[in-house]
């Protein structure tokens, strides 16, 4: 049996000694909730292989609060498995141990600092757990009272329930202080109750720093069987220590080396020599998944499909190879289509209703689960989870964006539900795939090179029906692109995607008539981007024209300009510029600029130009 | 008085009429809340000046369910105010009848049509009535069941609440059907009582079509003066309609022409010469406020400032001239130091707490009410209020966004709170204004020129202390930059901005010492960009390195290509391409290669390499 006692001591003094020597750091959020994570962790609930934290039978533990850190790390240091040497590298330059816990550090199991997410990060492990894995193992999720301010735990709590994620505890530190003074409600526990079990959690009240209770706490979670338990721990930030101990004004400040001495006096003799000991878990196996091979595409005597359709055909296609992918959808699953996918594997869709941060969130638990989420709503609306998405990335997410109903070619519905700006959000992520598909053929294709890819990976689709361009045998690549037409005459190049693509065919047609001829390239790929070929284009044609349905900054005319940067040429960027709103959609690509019309316009302006300068 | 059971009947009429002729939209979405809000209207409860949409003592009204706007425009249609032939031009290009209400049409108080917003809006259209105009007009926000999933509602619960707005009333229209199924909760309405009263607020549970009760609700509200009401409506989708009624499958839809035959057949006859009748409010004048003359900018003798802290000083200075600005935080007011304007003008600033959708959403309602929001919170934190922010320029907001903590340069906090895709964010919005300072002048400068501008402005700020580089009586217009070196024999321009302008000046002196001259330019204003300063730099120089604490995707580095894509440069990005992690600032500059070290390196490349062309 452990010493608790005796481990939570330790593990203030690692938690006040590490932050004081990095001189930044959260000490008081973290002595708050050691007595808690002391209990949950050393007290003989936790389940845990510490040689092996990829073992899928762990249970897992998130810290949403992540500013707590120094307890985070400290915790693992009880368990002997870092030392304190390595605890003093704590914030610095290339130590696994940074500020906020990021996956550098092999214990952490997502990246956390932004608040509000850890519940649904949970919660995506818990539904993989009792859903998909079929194991046994529990997640348990450390939050700050501050952070229940934040819409997105509501949407986590409401999930969990509706999933009955009985093996999802949350526990929550209400140690009454945010950052700049005292939060909504203080230390009114009961209004946290009510909310809680309004939601329809089982909800426990208890105090944080009463080791018995907390023991008795998680026994008794044990006994609730049909809905996820929220342990509401009534703390003081920075228990332990009299002269920091609920005081305002020591929010994410370490304690300066003479208090530290005092602190320490405090805590009195600290027991190096102890280790915290955590049971294994049950060796068990997820369900078993088996690959098998796939039909191929077959686009053949089709006309016209929307891509958004066959981003939902694709997801049945492709799902026999990949066994392990989750389809989730913010209530929109018969406009995005992945409706196709949940009629054929209903077990392994999960509606996740209108609340997209937290479909963002479930999806990156599932991600490190190591399933393949495809995550699917309105273009538009994936904006709605842009910190989560943001924070994915330091997570190493493997999760698989679609934005559906993009641009002004939605028509009639107007600019609420017109993604015009998806682009240039999911571009800005490190080492991010962004895609966007002309027709059904490609769209297939590149929804399987997408589940192929390790990473994040995000495809935009399109409302309406568009022709088919593509033999079903063409291959698709992540940074390639298609050139359609080419002739040695070309006076531009004209680079689209998606809807344009078709406009810029239309262009071609009338410009051939009057012996106008332009390259046109389908630039399915806008990231990673096909340089060679948009360089070998500005070097044949002497001018690139842009087309696309999509706001300027950050879109598809920016990419190729980033592209061609080190090889200057003359670029035209055809984009949406103008207050959107509701009509047809060709009446918009008209209104906007980006249609076959424009693109005429505008090359002939050039070919006019270059006639001018050679006379 | 008027005769609701008739007017419920023309509006229902109207509702289908219009989406038949439309070939889209929302008509049973409208015939649920038919009843609520004939009852609303024109059963003596609402107040509104009709011929004055802008009378400030008017009540409010928002469709957080956007997609009703069937519905919004026939209940103006009823009242007098548009006709039939109008109605029939509902989503046709140019009508001001959009698929989703937009401020096209003179009735919409705020675009709508992304769900979830609504309430936000209203709260703060509500805290501007109590706190801010004090007048008595109140705010009703019509909310669909399904869009109670979204956590920004709670996030709205949370805040009307502990602002004790007693003047917002929310109706709950729970038609029980989602676009492509069930709610969570279907018809159980308990569930949302229970939510929305732990939530604080009060609750009247009531038939949706009963006008009685409606009528009733209405005015018990009134009675309920210390807290905001939820009206919690049972309703039918498609309500009046049989073959529509309760039924799955028919969201979005619009009758056929022979369906709508049936539809009018089972509502009978129609009286089209009823005008339902709405009283004006009383003539009272918002608190006035008188704007005053300011002290000048003043940081003479003054070293290093952060441009975070010298944004908090300029909320104070500018203050006495915009007696209608309004300061918002979300609970970092000590970090972003807008804190600064809450010691002085505690009546005037707003703790939003940890809830960024809120906070936007509550902004945008206090813009509309023809005050000044200043909203500020960790950049990186603002990408949780993304859909909020692209939906507010739908409205044509008028809000100031403050994001502190840009890039790398924080530090040891890590990746988490680092933002590196800001720039991009606002970079995408139509007309949108981005600053971003290198120093407490020029910030403070343009903290003033932000409030002076109408329209969205953002400007980032930087944590760290950085020199002042200008003298106080230095102009700083949005659109502009400065020059800071210059010299005939520049190699290339340095463009610069916030905290890589000091790197830039760095990397100036250096490389002066070995005889290479570099033109640095001071970027302050990405968006508008000054592109007659880039152009000529790009002629004289004949190279440009930009340099940035933020991503590529939709940074500096393309906001400077867009602005040069005409006139061909070769154009060189230093920007944030590596997982960034935790570690000194100095360290991360230069892990990122956008420190004076990596300028120096580039330039002397360029100088080589010309060298090089020239032999």
């Known amino acids: 049996m452990n010493n608790l006692e005796s481990l939570a001591k330790l593990i203030r003094y690692y938690s006040l000694v590490m932050s004081t020597e990095a001189g930044s750091g959260h000490p008081t959020s973290s002595l708050s909730a050691a007595d808690l994570m002391t209990g949950l962790l050393f007290g003989g609930t936790f389940k845990y292989d510490l040689d092996n934290p990829q073992n899928p039978n762990n249970d897992r533990l998130i810290f949403s609060k992540g500013h707590a850190s120094p307890l985070f790390y400290s915790l693992w240091a009880a368990a002997g498995k870092v030392t304190e040497k390595e605890l003093l590298s704590f914030r610095k330059f290339n130590s696994p141990l940074e500020g906020h816990p990021t996956p550098a550090f092999r214990y952490t199991e997502a990246a956390t600092g932004s608040l509000g997410q850890g519940l649904s990060i949970g919660a995506g492990m818990a539904l993989n757990a009792k859903y998909v894995d079929k194991l046994p193992y529990r997640t348990y999720v450390l939050l700050g009272d501050s952070e229940m301010a934040e819409g997105s735990q509501w949407e986590a709590m409401e999930l969990a329930a509706h999933y009955k994620l009985s093996n999802l505890l949350g526990i929550m530190d209400v140690n009454r202080l945010g950052q700049r003074g005292e939060t909504m409600y203080g230390h009114d526990l009961d209004v946290y109750r009510e909310r809680v079990t309004a939601f329809g959690w089982g909800a426990i009240v208890i105090d944080g720093h009463h080791l018995p209770q907390i023991l008795a ?29 609920d005081k ?51 686009y053949t005597g089709v006309k016209g499909v929307a891509t958004r359709h066959a981003y939902g055909s694709a997801l049945v296609r492709i799902s026999p190879r990949f066994p392990n992918m989750v389809v989730l959808d913010a209530e929109v699953s018969n406009s995005t289509f992945s409706e196709l996918f949940k009629e054929v594997h209903h077990e392994r869709f999960f509606e996740m209703y209108i609340a997209e941060q937290n479909m963002v969130g479930m999806a990156l638990g599932l991600s490190l689960r190591n399933k393949i989420p495809f995550v699917s709503t309105f273009a538009a609306f994936l904006s709605r989870a842009f910190d989560q998405i943001r924070m994915s990335q330091y997570s190493n997410a493997n999760i698989k964006f679609c934005g559906s109903h993009a641009g002004v070619s939605i028509g009639e519905d107007g600019s609420s539900q017109m ?92 410009l051939k008539k009057e012996n106008i001829f332009i390259r046109v ?44 940067a080190g090889q200057p040429v003359p670029l035209y960027s055809l984009c949406v510029r103008k207050m959107p709103k509701s009509g047809k959609p060709d009446e918009l690509l008209d209104f906007e600029e980006i249609s076959a019309k424009a693109i005429i316009k505008k090359v002939k302006e050039i070919a006019k130009g270059r006639k001018g300068s050679a006379r």
Chains 1, 2 share one sequence.
């Open 248 to 298: 305002n004004g020591w929010h994410g400040k370490p304690l300066k080396k003479e208090e530290l001495s005092r602190a320490l006096e405090e805590l009195g003799p600290i027991d190096k020599t102890i280790t915290g000991q955590i049971s294994k878990p049950e060796n068990r196996k997820p369900t078993e998944q088996i690959a098998q091979k796939l039909r191929p595409v077959s």
């Open 521 to 564: 390239i389908d630039l399915y790929s806008i990231k990673p981007i096909d340089a060679a070929t948009l360089k070998q284009a500005a070097k044949d044609t002497g001018a690139i024209i842009t087309v696309e349905d999509h706001f300027e900054a950050g879109g598809i005319g920016e990419a190729v300009q980033s592209a061609l």
């Open 419 to 510: 993604g015009l700006e998806d682009l240039a959000m999911f571009r800005t992520l490190l080492d991010s795939v962004v895609l966007y598909p002309s027709d059904a053929v490609s769209t297939d294709k590149l929804v399987e090179a997408m589940a192929e890819h390790k990473g994040i990976a995000y495809i935009r689709t399109t409302r309406k029906d568009t022709p088919i361009l593509y033999r079903n045998d063409e291959v698709f690549r992540i940074g390639g692109s298609k050139i359609l037409r080419s002739n040695p005459k070309d006076v531009a190049a004209i680079v689209a995607a998606g809807i344009t693509v078709h406009e810029a065919l239309k262009a071609y047609e009338e």
């Open 217 to 245: 706490a998680f026994e008794k979670v044990k006994e609730i069987t049909d809905r996820p338990v929220m342990i509401i721990a009534k703390t003081l930030k920075g228990k332990g220590v009299s002269f920091i101990e």
